[in-house]
């Protein structure tokens, strides 16, 4: 019991550092030596999430639902709705956050997931609401800030947006789309200094941003 603790720990370890591939090779593993325990099945069901690999992600998913006897938790419904995300589903996703926020409006996160869907189908009133609601639960989701931001650049709040992605930035510095989108609502207000220099860390960052050097010539 012991050692399967520790490697449970181990896994969370590597995926912590991104090695997602490491993990997975423990937590199969763990699962196979330990079939009813669910936390161990569900972190294998991030990790293959974590690489985009829907089919393997479902296949867990649905290991774990049949051995709860067809009961399905918020986190597997919530993982559901990502996956739906990643197959370009945003409507059919925004379908099912909907239904966990009327079921439980505080379940962790279902905010921030519904702004994704609502940002994917264009509707940025909406996006910004689940946002706000989001950051009521947690102020410091850096990535709750650089969504809002992004709904206040879309409907061309310049000044506002701006605010949003220096909170996402200064939470998490790394952050490369968040300098990028930040350097658009510099370059819109005509701040052509201060957007080069956020397109310059964005592409420092990540390199393969092609919108942020097209923007900087």
């Known amino acids: 019991?012991?050692?399967?603790?520790?490697?449970?720990?181990?896994?969370?370890?590597?995926?912590?550092?991104?090695?997602?591939?490491?993990?997975?090779?423990?937590?199969?593993k763990l699962v196979d030596e330990n079939p009813g325990t669910n936390r161990y099945a569900m972190r294998l069901a991030h990790a293959y999430q974590s690489m985009n690999k829907v089919e393997e992600t479902r296949e867990v998913l649905s290991k774990i639902k049949t051995e709860n006897n067809g009961r399905e938790s918020v986190s597997m419904k919530i993982m559901e709705g990502n996956l739906l995300l990643v197959e370009n589903k945003p409507k059919m996703?925004?379908?099912?956050?909907e239904a966990?926020?009327?079921?439980?409006?505080?379940?962790?996160?279902?905010?921030?997931q519904l702004g994704r869907c609502y940002m994917a189908l264009k509707r940025w009133k909406k996006a910004e609401g689940a946002f706000l609601k989001e950051l009521e639960h947690d102020p410091g989701n850096a990535s709750a800030h650089h969504g809002l931001g992004i709904t206040l650049l879309r409907r061309k709040h310049y000044e506002e947006s701006i605010d949003c992605f220096l909170n996402a930035v200064g939470l998490t510095y790394f952050f490369p789309f968040a300098h990028y989108h930040l350097?658009?609502?510099?370059?819109?207000?005509?701040?052509y200094e201060r957007s080069a220099e956020a397109f310059e860390v964005c592409l420092k960052?990540?390199?393969?941003?092609?919108?942020?050097?097209q923007l900087l010539s």
């Open 1 to 28: 019991s012991t050692v399967s603790e520790n490697n449970y720990y181990l896994a969370r370890s590597y995926m912590n550092g991104r090695k997602y591939a490491e993990a997975v090779d423990i937590l199969k």
């Open 93 to 97: 996703a925004m379908e099912l956050f």
């Open 100 to 112: 966990i926020e009327k079921e439980m409006p505080n379940a962790a996160r279902v905010h921030m």
């Open 183 to 191: 350097g658009e609502a510099l370059y819109y207000l005509g701040e």
């Open 205 to 213: 960052m990540a390199p393969g941003i092609n919108k942020a050097r």
